[in-house]
């Protein structure tokens, strides 16, 4: 594997007066909202957070449903990819149920599946396969080269105070993330072919558990990556209607979620009201740990094209 140009590491992460760092507390509630309630064997139950959008984040179902397939399989057996639907907008203001079915139990994979329910309906579908380590070919893509360090430019909260926080400004913040490139809802952003650029990580210090961290990645690669179907047009004048259709990951390399990772997003085609994007994580010395992939719903108005 080799790595192009690695970020070298920056100066530790602000405190706040009671020595915890700053976003602790708002990612405990986080891995809170990761840890489901078991109500049989293979049904487990998840909640929304008090503050949320109109409908549930597609993240935070698709980690919730990830955690209740990896509560049933056993501790040395790793997720390696996962290929989820959206297929109605959950409701905030009830719980969800997460189905979970054991399809298969291999000398090397395990398979799942787990259907995420709500007043008897399926808003959300997952297929998830675990794997023992193993030994074989190695080679990455190399990180990108030229960019800037993590405290080179500007964190969420920072933007938000100069009323450039966009839909994420008003919702708790457990993630840090630092945006390398103007993101879609700047006023100051133009047209690009290039990748969408940002740096993240959860803000404070999570368990060493495994499963947690592939879940909270899960959670935050939906944040950012429908934009970067936006990001190769010009801002249209009103909101386009957005929504998740579906998404699928592969985890390449064990990494932490509360160390930085470089998350790269672009779009190599939309049409038909569906925009396809594309996303890496990579560590800040150079590793691809990550490839996540998502189609959405992108619809604006016939004058907006």
Same mark, same amino acid.
């Given at each position: 594997?080799?790595?192009?140009? @690695?970020?070298?590491?920056?100066?530790?992460? #602000? &405190? $706040?007066?009671? !020595? %915890?760092?700053?976003?602790?507390?708002? =990612?405990?509630?986080?891995?809170?909202?990761?840890?489901?309630?078991?109500?049989?064997?293979?049904?487990?139950?998840?909640?929304?957070?008090?503050?949320?959008?109109?409908?549930?984040?597609?993240?935070?179902?698709?980690?919730?449903?990830?955690?209740?397939?990896?509560?049933?399989?056993?501790?040395?057996?790793?997720?390696?990819?996962?290929?989820?639907?959206?297929?109605?907008?959950?409701?905030?203001?009830?719980?969800?149920?997460?189905?979970?079915?054991?399809?298969?139990?291999?000398?090397?994979?395990?398979?799942?599946?787990?259907?995420?329910?709500?007043?008897?309906?399926?808003?959300?579908?997952?297929?998830?396969?675990?794997?023992?380590?193993?030994?074989?070919?190695?080679?990455?893509?190399?990180?990108?080269?030229?960019?800037?360090? @993590?405290?080179?430019?500007?964190?969420?909260? #920072? &933007? $938000?105070?100069? !009323? %450039?926080?966009?839909?994420?400004?008003? =919702?708790?913040?457990?993630?840090?993330?630092?945006?390398?490139?103007?993101?879609?809802?700047?006023?100051?952003?133009?047209?690009?072919?290039?990748?969408?650029?940002?740096?993240?990580?959860?803000?404070?210090?999570?368990?060493?558990?495994?499963?947690?961290?592939?879940?909270?990645?899960?959670?935050?690669?939906?944040?950012?990556?429908?934009?970067?179907?936006?990001?190769?047009?010009?801002?249209?004048?009103?909101?386009?209607?957005?929504?998740?259709?579906?998404?699928?990951?592969?985890?390449?390399?064990?990494?932490?979620?509360?160390?930085?990772?470089?998350?790269?997003?672009?779009?190599?085609?939309?049409?038909?009201?569906?925009?396809?994007?594309?996303?890496?994580?990579?560590?800040?010395?150079?590793?691809?740990?990550?490839?996540?992939?998502?189609?959405?719903?992108?619809?604006?108005?016939?004058?907006?094209?």
């Amino acid at each position: 594997m080799s790595a192009a140009d @690695p970020v070298p590491p920056t100066e530790p992460r #602000a &405190r $706040a007066s009671d !020595g %915890e760092p700053r976003g602790q507390t708002v =990612l405990d509630d986080l891995v809170a909202l990761l840890d489901l309630e078991r109500l049989e064997e293979n049904l487990f139950r998840g909640v929304s957070p008090p503050v949320t959008l109109p409908r549930v984040f597609g993240g935070q179902v698709a980690g919730q449903a990830l955690v209740a397939a990896g509560r049933t399989v056993p501790e040395d057996r790793r997720v390696h990819s996962l290929h989820a639907y959206f297929i109605r907008p959950g409701d905030p203001s009830i719980p969800i149920v997460y189905e979970t079915e054991r399809v298969r139990d291999g000398r090397s994979f395990t398979t799942r599946r787990v259907l995420a329910i709500q007043r008897g309906e399926a808003i959300f579908s997952l297929s998830a396969s675990f794997q023992q380590e193993q030994q074989g070919l190695v080679h990455s893509e190399p990180m990108p080269s030229g960019v800037p360090a @993590p405290d080179e430019v500007d964190d969420l909260g #920072a &933007r $938000a105070l100069r !009323g %450039e926080g966009g839909w994420l400004a008003g =919702l708790p913040r457990p993630l840090d993330i630092r945006h390398i490139d103007e993101p879609v809802w700047s006023p100051n952003r133009t047209a690009s072919d290039e990748p969408v650029r940002l740096w993240l990580r959860a803000d404070g210090t999570l368990p060493d558990d495994p499963l947690l961290h592939v879940c909270l990645l899960t959670y935050a690669s939906d944040l950012t990556l429908l934009g970067s179907v936006l990001a190769r047009h010009e801002a249209p004048e009103t909101a386009p209607q957005m929504a998740s259709l579906d998404h699928a990951m592969w985890f390449h390399e064990p990494f932490r979620a509360d160390e930085w990772l470089l998350y790269t997003c672009h779009s190599p085609t939309a049409s038909g009201g569906r925009g396809l994007a594309s996303g890496r994580f990579f560590t800040a010395d150079g590793l691809l740990v990550a490839t996540t992939m998502q189609e959405g719903l992108v619809r604006v108005r016939e004058a907006q094209r």
